[in-house]
Nanobody
Framework: QAQLVESGGGLVQAGGSLRLSCTASGSISRINDMGWYRQAPGKQRELVAIILSGGVANYAQSVKGRFTISTDNAKKTVYLQMNSLKLEDTAVYYC??????????????WGQGTQVTVSS
């Protein structure tokens, strides 16, 4: 099994910045990808950014140029640097990882979510 623990959410004014972190632990042999999703009240969960093990990153159009995803592979940690935050970025942000466990099984795991609130 694997576990993901997020941190870094909070309240910030529009135009401000936050950095989210997510660390994976457990019986992980390899991490194939790590990403961030978000879910605003009354809306479906959506992909924000994802980074593959080779370093290739993809972003939702709405955050391109403002958010940056990165990893520290040694720490099994993914970061989401969020700049120029807008009111519409308010949501619960979830970390997600696709892994290969030490048993050889593959799995996809979610963190518990961290609230990001952008105020005017």
């Amino acid at each position: 099994q694997a576990q993901l623990v997020e941190s870094g959410g909070g309240l910030v004014q529009a135009g401000g910045s936050l950095r989210l972190s997510c660390t994976a632990s457990g019986s992980i042999s390899r991490i194939n990808d790590m990403g961030w999703y978000r879910q605003a009240p009354g809306k479906q969960r959506e992909l924000v950014a994802i980074i593959l093990s080779g370093g290739v990153a993809n972003y939702a159009q709405s955050v391109k140029g403002r958010f940056t995803i990165s990893t520290d592979n040694a720490k099994k940690t993914v970061y989401l640097q969020m700049n120029s935050l807008k009111l519409e970025d308010t949501a619960v942000y979830y970390c997600n990882a696709g892994v290969i466990l030490e048993t050889g099984a593959t799995g996809r795991y979610w963190g518990q979510g961290t609230q990001v609130t952008v105020s005017s």
